[in-house]
RNA sequence: CGGGGUGUAGCGCAGCCCGGCUAGCGCACCUGCUUCGGGAGCAGGGGGUCGCCGGUUCGAAUCCGGCCACCCCGACCA
């Protein structure tokens, strides 16, 4: 390619609406332009690299026995009506009727799509398992885009989805994925770490989310550097500390004027907070279908602790919940800050484990200004559920090994899905079994996000000057910077090294533009290609072009005949280097 | 959806408080000459419904009201 004719330009100043590196970085560069809120085209420069990504992954997942299909990106409500997230899932999922006034939807994800594929092509248990894919567009109109290319609302994604006649196969597929993805993710010099996840929308039994390590990342993970455990905050547990033994002691009310906070309460008391008991109040949506309700949940956790609310949505089966307002909370007889399960009407009590499992707690007395001490679950109130509701912190103890849990900041860049038969069930995906027995064919399904994989690379790989892409996923690998406006000797030297790595299969950029030599360079190191080579009047005179790798500052002089085996060398060298990373992981349950 | 911020040329900004000549600056763009190994110089030039609608006023980029878009924090979500 001719930087001459290249289609994009790179900008000198950035646009005050990017904040992280990486979409500042993309959009200098000329790699993407944005339309609207989470909405980006990919210009030449962008769509080459999202190219690489992607055809590193075309060929791990073709190595794994996956089979390439394009599947629609617009669907009758139908498909979604029968495995109910129609009605699940909110107003992430955009919907719109056609001219004949059917509902219809924006793919956001494609099981249901892949189910009815099931039920018209798979029949016996001897055509599976199976594993199909796509890279696709999703559309999920997400409440707020932001940083750039890592969380928009337009994006492609790649999605497989295995096929299997039983749990056993299923798991075999997932295990397979799992070292899949990190063979991706290495490829692309992208170091990530999978953690235990949360199943979200997907239900099915098991996930797993790989996370891009940074401070910029959206998900909080809690990690052990003693056993290796990992998981997002989501579903994170720990080794809760239990307060000391103590018999059952007679209620008692006292005054407590002021102290509507764990804090307040703890230092009046001169108590630590473990011996308090918190009552967070939540409003949910939770049904079936189109029967919804509304329910009021009145979650109880230990003073030292915050209640997680992904473990109580889950506990509850929320499809939303929100916190609940001061008419609401005094509707069920309850009080803000004062608040308790005991005696409260109307409401589903939620307590945490740490909760019923202690003794004597301090507990609000649903009066302003009172709290009850003494109080134990079982005796003083019933809990509707006993259960994991509290949110694992920095410092918590490991719930395998209780070493202290680290807190670190993460960015999704893939994940992979035991679903099941949930899918296959509601739209009739069935096989015959060897005993001609009806069976629900068993699915898991797998998401890498290639935009936000490529913002992520680019927010690892950049410097002052710019951008500094791996090999693997540079939209070119070698930029040739020609300094000369007219015809000469270094245009012929620069042309023919340009013809003769072209002919060899390698992407390279010519800047063959009339510009002054500063701002080729600025352009080249802003763009990032890994291998430049700068061919002048200057060292010509010497018979010698310079290369040098953008990742080091060092400029090496190289005698013009051997300019292209030298480069041809250095291309290969660095993709060696990235195909070292690919190495066998551990599973890590 | 709640809180905060911004909207003036392709990009970055000033002007707005305190209404008033033809709306300005830098970069980018076009023409010519010079320059040519780290974002060149000189000269000339093109480009604006001041986000949109309404109001106040002799007069609105500027004041008032409504709306829209975008960004950040939170809620939410994969």
Redesign the pocket.
Known sequence: MRMSRLFS?????????A?VASHQLLL?AGFIR?L???IFSYLPLGHKALRKVEEIIRREMDAIGGQEITMPVVHPAEIWQQTGRWYEV?S?MSRFKDKNDRDMVLAMTHEEVVADLVSREIHSYKQLPQLVYQIQTKW?D??????GLI?VREFTMKDSYSLDADWEGLDKQYRVHYQSYFNIFNRCGLDVIAVSS?T???GGEMAHEYMYLTPIG??TLLLCDGCGYAANRQIATFAKKANPKEEPAVQEKIATPGTATIDDLARLLDMPASKTAKAVFMMATVGKGEEKEDKFILAVVRGDMEVN?TKL?NAVGAL???PANEAEIRAVGSEPGYGSPIGVKGALIIVDDAVASATNLVAGANEPGFHVKNVNCGRDYEAEQIVDIASAREGDGCPRCEAALRAVRGV?TG?IFQLGTKFTEALGGNFLDANGKAQSVVMGSY?IGVGRMLACIAEEYNDD?GLVWPITVAPFQVHIVL?A?GEGEAQDVAEKLYGELTGRGLDVLLDDRKD????K???A??IGIPVRV??????LKNGIV?F?LRREEQ?LEIPVEDAFEHVVAAVEGLYNELEERVVEVEYEK
């Open positions: 330009q790179t900008l000198r100043d950035i646009t005050a609406d904040e200098r944005q609207a809120s989470g909110g992430e999920r997400d409440p707020r885009p932001r940083s969380r949360d979200g929308m997907m959206e998900d609310e949505a939303e919940m929100w999704e994940n998401g000057n300094l406006k002054n030599p500063g701002v360079f600025k352009d190191d802003l700068t061919v002048g009047d200057r060292g310079e040098k400029r």
